[in-house]
């Protein structure tokens, strides 16, 4: 696929990184300055559609930066442009639906950071690409940082070969708790039952939920616990080299108060390990300032992200994508 598209000019951003060969994230800005508006850039987008969703692939992020994209009506507009069908979220995040295919991202306190994942990575169907928007870009702090996923897995079977054969024989099993029925915004994790599967009926969010791959256990004060496994510590997908995915929430969910993280047949996993790895997550790192209007496309399958802690305000935009 040729890199280069007379609709785009490649720039730069702060912070940007070349891994492998490929400079992650890859910013796109007008060709000149007279199509910058919103209209130019949904043609641009219509007219190569195959083209973006390789660069996707190769780069693994791409950044649309320059252009007049001012509020969730336009970021749905460049989301539909590109023509990739929607998946509902599922997850323990609190988010608020704001316009046909756009949401908040993880409403909890801009004071906590949200550990690095894969959207949805132990649901059986998860996102392709996850686009986020700002809106309001934070004054401090507030960055999106994302990992290239391969790294991850290179190093740790390095470091702990031993222990990654056996977590990806045995495969891995988690859990999670939802405290309520309703959501509790002071928590990253704070999505209650009833929001997250759609439902205010136990029987059908059972339903739901072991649809998704989950058995649950509903507790005596309302919440439930959601079981998942077994599930893989990495994945291998098309197009993109043959990369080992580190695909997984081990460093996120273990030994939390609302989670756990094992191995499948109930085994724990070393304490040092998953400390090592969370070292190794963050050294992998690569983030940009946001400025407003900015879009940013993520290769789910290729991609860790998560959020630094932030001073207010910081408004940023969700779609997620098949």
Same mark, same amino acid.
């Given at each position: 696929?040729?890199?280069?598209?007379?609709?785009?000019?490649?720039?730069?951003?702060?912070?940007?990184?070349?891994?492998?060969?490929?400079? %992650?994230?890859?910013?796109?800005?007008?060709?000149?300055?007279?199509?910058?508006?919103?209209?130019?850039?949904?043609?641009?987008?219509?007219?190569?559609?195959?083209?973006?969703?390789? %660069?996707?692939?190769?780069?693994?992020?791409?950044?649309?930066?320059?252009?007049?994209?001012?509020?969730?009506?336009?970021?749905?507009?460049?989301?539909?442009?590109?023509?990739?069908?929607?998946?509902?979220?599922?997850?323990?995040?609190?988010?608020?639906?704001?316009?046909?295919?756009?949401?908040?991202?993880?409403?909890?306190?801009?004071?906590?950071?949200?550990?690095?994942?894969?959207?949805?990575?132990?649901?059986?169907?998860?996102?392709?690409?996850?686009?986020?928007?700002?809106?309001?870009?934070?004054?401090?702090?507030?960055?999106?940082?994302?990992?290239?996923?391969?790294?991850?897995?290179?190093?740790?079977?390095?470091?702990?070969?031993?222990?990654?054969?056996?977590?990806?024989?045995?495969?891995?099993?988690?859990?999670?708790?939802?405290?309520?029925?309703?959501?509790?915004?002071?928590?990253?994790?704070?999505?209650?039952?009833?929001?997250?599967?759609?439902?205010?009926?136990?029987?059908?969010?059972?339903?739901?939920?072991?649809?998704?791959?989950?058995? %649950?256990?509903?507790?005596?004060?309302?919440?439930?616990?959601?079981?998942?496994?077994?599930?893989?510590?990495?994945?291998?997908?098309?197009?993109?080299?043959?990369?080992?995915?580190?695909?997984?929430?081990?460093?996120?969910?273990?030994?939390?108060?609302?989670?756990?993280?094992? %191995?499948?047949?109930?085994?724990?996993?070393?304490?040092?390990?998953?400390?090592?790895?969370?070292?190794?997550?963050?050294?992998?790192?690569?983030?940009?300032?946001?400025?407003?209007?900015?879009?940013?496309?993520?290769?789910?399958?290729?991609?860790?992200?998560?959020?630094?802690?932030?001073?207010?305000?910081?408004?940023?935009?969700?779609?997620?994508?098949?």
């Amino acid at each position: 696929m040729e890199f280069s598209c007379k609709n785009f000019k490649v720039g730069n951003c702060e912070g940007e990184k070349v891994v492998d060969g490929e400079t %992650m994230p890859l910013v796109l800005q007008p060709p000149v300055a007279n199509k910058s508006d919103l209209e130019s850039l949904l043609l641009a987008l219509k007219n190569n559609k195959h083209w973006l969703e390789q %660069m996707i692939i190769k780069n693994s992020a791409v950044l649309l930066r320059g252009y007049d994209v001012k509020n969730a009506e336009d970021f749905n507009e460049i989301v539909e442009a590109c023509g990739w069908e929607d998946i509902r979220y599922v997850g323990p995040a609190p988010r608020t639906h704001i316009y046909k295919r756009v949401w908040t991202a993880n409403e909890g306190p801009l004071s906590e950071f949200i550990y690095y994942h894969h959207e949805m990575v132990l649901i059986k169907e998860y996102p392709k690409k996850v686009i986020l928007f700002c809106e309001i870009p934070p004054p401090e702090g507030g960055e999106t940082p994302f990992v290239p996923s391969f790294k991850v897995t290179e190093r740790m079977v390095e470091e702990f070969p031993e222990e990654v054969k056996q977590m990806e024989e045995k495969g891995l099993k988690y859990s999670f708790t939802a405290r309520s029925t309703k959501n509790d915004n002071s928590s990253m994790r704070g999505r209650g039952w009833e929001d997250a599967f759609g439902t205010s009926n136990p029987k059908e969010a059972e339903r739901r939920a072991n649809a998704l791959g989950m058995d %649950m256990e509903w507790l005596p004060d309302g919440g439930v616990k959601t079981i998942l496994g077994p599930r893989n510590l990495t994945k291998v997908f098309e197009q993109r080299k043959g990369r080992r995915m580190w695909f997984n929430t081990v460093v996120g969910m273990y030994g939390k108060e609302l989670s756990s993280a094992m %191995m499948a047949d109930g085994t724990e996993i070393p304490k040092h390990v998953v400390k090592r790895c969370e070292e190794i997550i963050e050294e992998e790192s690569i983030q940009f300032k946001w400025e407003k209007g900015d879009v940013v496309f993520f290769d789910n399958y290729a991609l860790l992200h998560g959020r630094r802690p932030s001073l207010p305000p910081r408004k940023v935009l969700v779609a997620t994508c098949k």
